[in-house]
């Protein structure tokens, strides 16, 4: 789950058991009680992880 509200997006990934990414350009600090899986601060830096993690072509 990728989104960009740690209350909804995050938390809801994290509720529903699956690993989340939370794009925040902001830095805002991690709301207390949301840790999500990764975080990333631009769309290209979302873009090279997705690219990282979906391995070898």
């Known amino acids: 789950m990728v989104g960009d509200n ?3 997006d995050i938390l809801g990934g ?4 699956v690993h ?3 794009f925040n ?3 805002h ?3 207390e009680g949301i840790t999500p899986h990764h975080q990333v601060r631009s769309l290209t ?3 090279a992880w997705l690219l990282a ?3 070898p072509k």
């Open 25 to 27: 350009p902001h830095g």
């Open 14 to 17: 994290l509720n529903a058991g």
């Open 6 to 8: 740690p209350h909804s």
């Open 53 to 55: 993690a979906a391995g």
């Open 29 to 31: 600090n991690t709301p």
């Open 45 to 47: 830096e979302l873009q």
């Open 20 to 22: 989340t990414c939370w």
